[in-house]
């Protein structure tokens, strides 16, 4: 007997609701309800055409590797298959290598955190971490309390799990304390339940700001009073130009914080190696939660990290990524007095990125399409609003291109801008929103 091919999808009949297709997606009606509400990210979207070589993309936020040992690191990664290679390409813990769970606690030292390597989960890059902490605790409709604006890449992960994320404003020292007791007291009364507080709180992701000193104590009795956890991203923290890293929030709070952090800034993104540290009962379930997700982490990542940890100058390349990318910074700020006098920005003391607030009645997101044929790339502020709102702001980086590529960028920039406000002279507003719609850091002209 000959097997007969069993029918496509959409010429099986009637299809169900449940099974509702289209000619593009047979499959559409079987998704997850979850799955509807995955967005792409608009920076992603960004790179086909940023990493165009005649593109000055001031839109990505990838750390400039060539200042990197690769020589020596050539040398470790040999070592590693040579001396370790039966175990470097074996599964491992799903909590990740003991070694370099206890070298971790050795970075975040910098920042006075106290830890024991059984705090410490390994992950795939600190993204995976975010991933698995709102799977752990978010349900559908849970509010997660963000920033605004906040990163990215967070907001995809809370609205990929159907969270409904509120935003608490910042200013130019970071997450507002009034503002934050404001909304939770709020949340409260409504008797809507708020899962965590999610912060960046140095060299913020995209405003470029740090949450002072002062507030940080402030911001965990809030966020204790109300029974709220916090976790805290802090990929920047070790990156500050021209200070010493600042205690993280989880050194005042072990039990109420959960810490994220990466060596994607610090060394290289390739190796995709991040971590988290947990109260010891949520570590465990964070433990199970990437174990039925990946099994376990990159052996060879880990050993490789841990190699270079143990036998390179870790803290000497740190201090050579701040000084490269204050210049970057120096260039960035200038440019941007020089050719955007009419815009307002933040001035970072670390990490990658200034927020730029653009002349009254542009829109970053409908001017975007005419920058790139200007050969030059930004995120609109709108990627960092859940709602969709901040298109008065973009995200500029200034940690890739060379400084002379920046002030290229900026320049470009500002014959862009300089064209719609042109326009928006001649016809009015492009509908962007207004100044009553978006809470943004205030900006730190030079």
């Not at 997606?25 to 979207?45: C, F, K, N, Q, V």
């Not at 309390?145 to 967070?154: D, H, K, L």
């Not at 390349?317 to 941007?336: G, P």
Request: proline share 7%.
């Amino acid at each position: 007997m000959t097997s007969q091919p069993l029918p496509r999808p959409e010429t099986s009949g009637t299809p169900t609701s449940s099974a509702a297709g289209t000619r593009l997606d047979p499959w559409l009606g079987s998704y997850a309800e979850r799955t509807h509400g995955m967005r792409s990210s608009e920076i992603r979207a960004l790179f086909a055409v940023a990493n165009r070589p005649e593109v000055v993309s001031l839109a990505g936020g990838m750390p400039f590797l060539d200042g990197l040992p690769l020589d020596a690191l050539s040398q470790v990664a040999a070592s590693v298959v040579a001396e370790r290679g039966l175990q470097a390409l074996q599964y491992g813990s799903g909590q990740g290598d003991q070694t370099l769970r206890e070298q971790i606690l050795e970075v975040m030292a910098l920042e006075q955190i106290t830890a024991h390597p059984d705090d410490v989960v390994v992950t795939t890059g600190s993204q995976q971490a975010l991933d698995l902490v709102t799977r752990v605790f978010v349900d559908p409709g849970d509010v997660v309390v963000a920033e605004a604006p906040s990163y990215v890449g967070a907001l995809g992960v809370f609205r990929a799990y159907q969270a409904d994320v509120v935003h608490v404003a910042i200013d130019e020292h970071g997450l507002v304390p009034a503002a934050l007791e404001e909304t939770l007291a709020a949340l409260a009364a409504a008797g809507r339940r708020t899962k965590f507080l999610y912060t960046v709180p140095n060299f913020h992701n995209p405003a470029g700001v740090s949450l002072a000193l002062e507030r940080r104590p402030q911001i965990l009795e809030i966020a204790r009073r109300y029974g709220v956890l916090v976790l805290e991203d802090n990929p920047y923290g070790l990156l500050g130009f021209d200070r010493d890293p600042w205690p993280a929030l989880r050194s005042y709070d072990e039990d109420g914080v959960i810490y994220l952090g990466s060596f994607s800034k610090t060394f290289a993104p390739g190796y995709r190696v991040g971590w988290a540290v947990a109260p010891h009962a949520v570590r465990e379930k964070l433990v199970l939660a990437s174990e039925s997700a990946i099994l376990c982490p990159s052996n060879a990542s880990q050993i490789a990290i841990s190699s270079y940890l143990s036998t390179c100058d870790w803290r000497g390349q740190v201090k050579s990524y701040r000084e490269m990318y204050r210049e970057r910074r120096d260039a960035m700020i200038s440019a941007l007095s020089e050719h955007l006098p009419e815009a307002s920005w933040t001035v970072p003391d670390g990490g990658f990125y200034t927020w730029v607030r653009l002349p009254e009645g542009l829109d970053a997101r409908d001017m975007l399409p005419r920058a790139v044929t200007a050969r030059v790339a930004y995120v609109p502020g709108t990627a960092f609003y859940y709602d969709g709102t901040g298109a008065d702001h973009m995200r500029l980086s200034f940690c890739y291109p060379t400084p002379e590529r920046i002030r290229e960028g900026v320049r470009r920039l500002a014959g862009v801008v300089s064209g719609e406000r042109e326009l928006v002279e001649l016809f009015g507003t492009g509908g962007g929103a207004s100044d009553d719609d978006v809470v943004s850091p205030a900006p730190n002209i030079p």
